[in-house]
């Protein structure tokens, strides 16, 4: 039962483009989220990350939004550049639940391309 | 100066083993995860530990046990290790702030299980 879904396994974006990517969610829940960004043979690096009780949160190039009843998020790259590239993970809080960890996608491969 | 390091980064064994994985963190934060990622790429929570309460994931076996000797430490150990134990696994640490709450992670220990 995946509670998040990052349903592109794959994106390939042109460089100086946008990259959007998309991540949906079940489990109502879930409070704050966040994304990830992770480069291989390394651990997951926070990026950006959003409250329910916002519905954008924007840091430099990165911008999340957050549709809560629709239940899904995105995370906007603008414009995208090579170091981009990367695997990037959503994830999902529930903050009453006690230390209960975050609950990960699958993650999406970002392909920044020249 | 990491902020969360494990040790070791690769660690190859034979079946039956027993091994642990050592964890640290330089952030004072309060509370400590290990997550395990499978060969689907899967990023899930298998422990949290806060204050000397430890919160288990039901689905992980008993062979496997968190051990924490201070706040900055959670180490795993792992009792006769099989071929499915075979996965990176990765220790994360956080300071909760109102419902805000980013995991920091470490870089990952790649375990193969011959």
């Known amino acids: 039962d995946q509670q998040v879904k990052q349903n592109s396994p794959s994106l390939s974006v042109q460089e100086g483009r946008i990259s959007i990517l998309n991540c949906d969610y079940t489990?109502?829940?879930?409070?704050?989220f966040l994304w990830y960004k992770k480069y291989p043979a390394e651990g997951p690096t926070f990026l950006i990350s959003?409250?329910?009780?916002?519905d954008k949160n924007e840091d430099g190039r990165f911008t999340v939004f957050l549709n809560k009843s629709a239940k899904h998020l995105s995370l906007h790259i603008v414009p995208s550049q090579p170091g981009d590239s990367a695997v990037y993970f959503c994830?999902?809080?529930?903050?009453?639940?006690?230390?209960?960890?975050?609950?990960f996608g699958k993650g999406t491969h970002l392909i920044i391309q020249p | 100066d990491t902020a969360v390091s494990q040790t070791p980064k690769y660690l190859v064994t034979q079946m039956g083993n027993d091994k642990s994985i050592k964890c640290e963190q330089n952030?004072?934060?309060?509370?400590m995860y290990w997550y395990k990622q499978d060969s689907k790429k899967f990023l899930k929570i298998m422990f949290s530990?806060?204050?000397?309460?430890?919160?288990i994931n039901e689905t992980v076996p008993n062979r496997f046990s968190p051990k924490s000797p201070d706040k900055a430490h959670l180490n795993l150990h792992i009792n006769s290790l099989e071929l499915g134990d075979s996965a990176v696994y990765f220790c994360?640490?956080?300071?909760?702030?109102?419902?805000?709450?980013?995991?920091?992670f470490g870089p990952g220990t790649r375990l193969l299980v011959l």
């Open positions: 994360a640490s956080s300071q909760r702030s109102g419902i805000q709450e980013t995991q920091y």
């Open positions: 489990n109502s829940m879930f409070d704050y």
């Open positions: 959003i409250s329910s009780i916002k």
């Open positions: 994830a999902g809080l529930n903050s009453g639940g006690g230390a209960d960890g975050l609950t």
């Open positions: 952030l004072g934060h309060d509370t």
């Open positions: 530990y806060n204050n000397k309460e430890l919160i």
